[in-house]
């Protein structure tokens, strides 16, 4: 609608496009037959079932950073139907992306001077002694650099005769004697063009020639007479020095030669520039991804899982490839940012050079304003426009060489040979911006750039110049999400033909019962109609269709189909076949149609009727007519089978052998317990299987094997000391019989149950009358050495030797 009423946000080309695709783990990449970029295969991600493969191409943003964009994926391209399709757990990839930088590397050449301008001194200032640049004081002074004298520092002379200016002139440099040549340029900022060779984005062709080259460095040179032999103006002044040539005045005890003569002096100001050389760029760019999945709470709450665990992913060009420990997630990253043209960029970096402004005190801010602005008032110039050496004139590093060694010097108004230093450069386009016009140098005036664009390489510790890309570019996004449990919601989801009755009992009207199951998972529309009859019935029949009904999914309905005619044949087949929305077959049964019967065609039986000789009996379909009935799978398994004498056997078997190996284990864990716990426990049972209590010859403790052994009043061993039961039998004997204990055991009982005793059993008492050598009274023990104890029929008691 935007674009049809060329409104403002019509947008002619969309800044994402996606692809997205469903696909099992085990196929090839989709992408890969539209791909432009290489593609590794290690990158895919095979450990699952089925994953998201989406593909985002995404156009980079023209300047500054660009804002969050959210993609929704909740349809993906079906390859089935060749349709899109909705997903049943949808996806949202929110991307930021940073603008493509442009990285110049910088390598330091020299420093030049900000605005290196000169001094006059002549007879008219105060305290003036006369023009002197012979002796070891010269008026300008001499500059020296490490322990020497620069040359040419000492400055030079203007005398108002012309043969002796002739005389000192220095023999000009190649470059500096071809200076007077070109004209006589006025700084007029309208008729001005600025040096857009420096621009790598334009294409004009440019007249390279060394007399081209010198007319497009002279900006600023102040307006000079025409060389010629005549150095005094007509008012007798000195054409440079400014001194009167008429007034032949000379203070007493001054030299008259030297105190006509003007002294011209080369200063320098605080500022100094860095010149750096551009080095070829490199193209950055890095898009920060996160992708989060749609899912559901215990409460029903929708919540939003973050699949990068609540961090943005960064690609880019220094980091094209993301996989995460798991490999559920993967990312790459593809683009031809790194081929892009050199003509797109902001500056030629084979023609030009960054000049950076460095103050040597704490007021230069307040007193040189060149500094106070920042990187956007840093200067970009041409590489010819920057001197090393100092000897050309009218460019920046212009030195003592240059200045003392340009030609005609004192036949040429001051400050030539001074022009076109970098305060000039600055001046000129803040002149440009008061007139509303584009200036020429500062570095804003090409581009964009960060809030600090020189940085240090943090690999290199060079500095670099960063930029920021004017073009936008497209860049290429491959994601794979690992799916195993997502969905298509197709909405011509199959359906499933589950049961089917016909009652054909009456003699002009037959009622067809379909049910039908929606097996999608989104409601679609479905309609039932008979089909596929023989030839001998009226084609009438082949019509009968029911009314379309609206199915929620997972959901049964219930369609009736009615033939109201007599059945001209007795028995016969038809098709049943389920239609959806797009009037497609979502599934097919063949039903069997008997007159004067009823016949039923359930799940994956065949059809059977009442009266038939096999009766309701179910007879499997095959499994491709239960698949094209809409079943998915196999067949189920019959239910009912018929037990033979051998399945008996091995039933019988099976459950003796569970029986003896847990009465087996039962007795183990008794005898383990017996051993390592608790020794009554142990023995618990024992006394009946064997006759328990039973003389020991000595105790099976390893503490107590040296000592006697005592018993208590009911035959049993105790302990010396604590007077407790102690073991009566072989820590082996003991467990083989608790393993055994389950079956000994109720074997004993049996065996005593049938074998009653004849006779009541006798008890016998015996009494303790005094002191007895075999018995220990205050204890109530026995202790049995060399002689038994036993009981009489009279309930005395009798010692006899062993």
């Not at 432009?36 to 079932?49: A, G, N, S, V």
């Not at 030629?348 to 103050?359: D, G």
């Not at 199915?551 to 007599?566: A, D």
Request: hydrophobic content about 35%; some cysteine.
């Amino acid at each position: 609608m935007c674009c049809l009423k060329k409104l403002r946000c019509c947008l002619k080309e969309p800044r994402v496009e996606m692809r997205a695709l469903l696909v099992k783990c085990t196929d090839c990449s989709p992408n890969e037959s539209h791909q432009l970029y290489d593609f590794d295969k290690k990158e895919m991600i095979t450990d699952c079932r089925k994953k998201l493969v989406l593909t985002l191409k995404l156009q980079t943003p023209s300047g500054g950073l660009s804002n969050s964009e959210y993609v929704v994926v909740d349809h993906v391209y079906d390859p089935i139907s060749r349709r899109k399709a909705r997903l049943l757990t949808p996806y949202v990839v929110k991307l930021k992306q940073e603008v493509i930088n442009e990285v110049y590397p910088l390598q330091f050449l020299h420093v030049v001077n900000g605005l290196a301008h000169e001094d006059v001194h002549n007879k008219h200032a105060p305290n003036f002694t006369g023009c002197d640049v012979t002796s070891r004081s010269p008026t300008c002074s001499k500059v020296r650099y490490r322990g020497t004298d620069v040359a040419y520092s000492e400055g030079f002379c203007c005398s108002c005769n012309a043969l002796t200016n002739s005389q000192r002139q220095p023999t000009p440099s190649e470059y500096v004697a071809n200076f007077v040549k070109y004209g006589d340029p006025e700084f007029m900022l309208d008729g001005l063009e600025c040096p857009r060779h420096l621009r790598a984005r334009d294409t004009r062709n440019y007249d390279q020639s060394p007399e081209a080259k010198m007319e497009k460095l002279v900006y600023f040179s102040p307006s000079y007479e025409a060389v010629d032999k005549r150095q005094i103006h007509s008012s007798g002044d000195q054409a440079r020095g400014g001194q009167n040539c008429v007034d032949r005045y000379t203070p007493p005890m001054l030299n008259p030669e030297g105190y006509h003569e003007s002294a011209h002096c080369l200063k320098f100001s605080d500022v100094w520039y860095t010149v750096y050389r551009l080095g070829k760029p490199k193209m950055e760019h890095s898009v920060l991804v996160q992708i989060f999945e749609r899912a559901d709470d215990l409460n029903g709450d929708v919540i939003w899982k973050d699949l990068t665990e609540g961090k943005a992913i960064r690609v880019g060009t220094d980091s094209c490839h993301y996989v995460d420990e798991k490999r559920t997630l993967s990312i790459r990253y593809s683009s031809r940012v790194k081929e892009t043209d050199p003509a797109t960029f902001a500056i030629n970096y084979k023609e030009a050079l960054l000049l950076i402004p460095e103050s040597g005190h704490a007021g230069a801010y307040s007193h040189h304003p060149e500094v106070r602005n920042g990187p956007s008032e840093y200067l970009i110039v041409h590489k010819d426009q920057v001197s090393a050496k100092g000897d050309r004139c009218n460019v920046a590093g212009v030195g003592f060489e240059a200045f003392a060694r340009q030609p005609n010097r004192c036949s040429v108004p001051k400050g030539t040979c001074l022009s076109n230093q970098p305060f000039h450069l600055w001046e000129h386009d803040h002149k440009a911006e008061k007139l509303g016009k584009k200036g020429c140098f500062f570095l804003k005036n090409y581009g964009n750039f960060p809030e600090n664009p020189i940085q240090t390489n943090p690999k290199s510790g060079d500095k670099i110049l960063t930029m920021n890309h004017a073009e936008s570019q497209f860049v290429m996004i491959d994601i794979e999400v690992r799916a195993d449990f997502n969905t298509l919601l197709r909405p011509e989801g199959g359906a499933k033909i589950t049961e089917v009755y016909i009652d054909s009992t009456r003699p002009f009207k037959t009622i067809i019962t379909v049910k039908v199951t929606n097996s999608g998972l989104v409601s679609n529309l479905f309609s039932v109609r008979l089909c596929n009859c023989p030839l001998e019935l009226p084609a009438s029949f082949n019509d009968i269709e029911a009314r379309r009904a609206l199915i929620p999914p997972q959901t049964q309905h219930i369609f009736n189909l009615e033939i109201k005619c007599e059945l001209p044949l007795k028995r016969f087949q038809c098709s049943v076949v389920a239609l959806n929305v797009n009037r497609e077959v979502s599934a097919t049964r063949t039903i069997l149609i008997h007159k004067f019967d009823r016949c039923f065609c359930t799940w994956h039986c065949r059809c059977a009727c009442v009266d038939s000789s096999r009766g309701l009996k179910c007879k499997p379909m095959t499994l491709k007519q239960y698949h094209a009935a809409g079943f998915l799978g196999s067949l189920p398994l019959i239910t009912v089978q018929n037990v033979s004498f051998s399945d008996r056997a091995t039933i019988v078997i099976h459950l003796t052998v569970s029986i003896i190996m847990l009465l087996l284990l039962l007795g183990a864990v008794k005898g383990l317990i017996g051993l390592l716990c608790s020794a009554p426990l142990g023995i618990w049972g024992l006394e009946n299987v064997m006759d328990l209590p039973k003389p020991i010859k000595h105790y099976f403790e390893a503490d107590l094997c040296s000592k006697t052994v005592i018993y208590d009043s009911e035959g049993w061993p105790v302990h010396p000391e604590t007077l407790k039961r102690v073991r009566c039998m072989p820590k082996s004997t003991e467990m083989i019989l608790n393993v055994l204990f389950f079956f000994i055991y109720p074997t004993n009982i049996c065996i005593s149950l049938v074998k009653r005793p004849q006779t009541p059993k006798r008890t016998c008492r015996c009494k303790l009358k005094g002191k007895y050598d075999n018995c220990l009274t205050e204890s109530k023990h026995f202790v049995r050495r060399s002689k038994v104890l036993t009981c009489s029929p009279d309930g005395k008691l009798k010692a006899s030797e062993k």
